[in-house]
């Protein structure tokens, strides 16, 4: 990855309280991963930054190296990153991602 790649990244993660590394945009995802990464965040009315990786080459590599996690989506919640689809479904589904939002202040209790 590119310094200019990293810190664009670490530019977008730092000023973003959730951010959704996907493919596509929240009206038009490209892949079902993506869909059911957005569908969620909606649920739960997390306002998020959106990153769609398919417009960047760059970025869409350089997400990979940056959380050390080879798939997209990849979300991130005030700096910190939280993992994928898959991972956000559990969470969403043990009541820990509207927990853990609450917590951070993004979402009202």
């Given at each position: 990855m590119t310094d200019t790649a990293h810190d664009r990244i670490s530019e977008i993660v730092?000023?973003?309280?959730?951010?959704?590394?996907m493919k596509g945009t929240p009206l038009f995802p490209q892949c079902g991963f993506s869909s059911r990464a957005v569908a969620i965040l909606e649920r739960l009315g997390a306002p998020f930054e959106s990153v769609d990786v398919l417009q960047d080459q760059e970025v869409r590599q350089?997400?990979?190296?940056?959380?050390?996690?080879?798939?997209?989506?990849?979300?991130?919640?005030?700096?910190?990153?939280l993992g994928g689809s898959d991972i956000m479904m559990e969470m969403y589904e043990a009541g820990e991602l509207q927990q853990l939002l609450t917590d951070q202040g993004v979402i009202a209790a």
């Open positions: 730092s000023n973003n309280d959730v951010v959704l590394f350089g997400i990979k190296s940056f959380s050390d996690w080879p798939t997209i989506p990849q979300l991130y919640v005030k700096g910190e990153f």
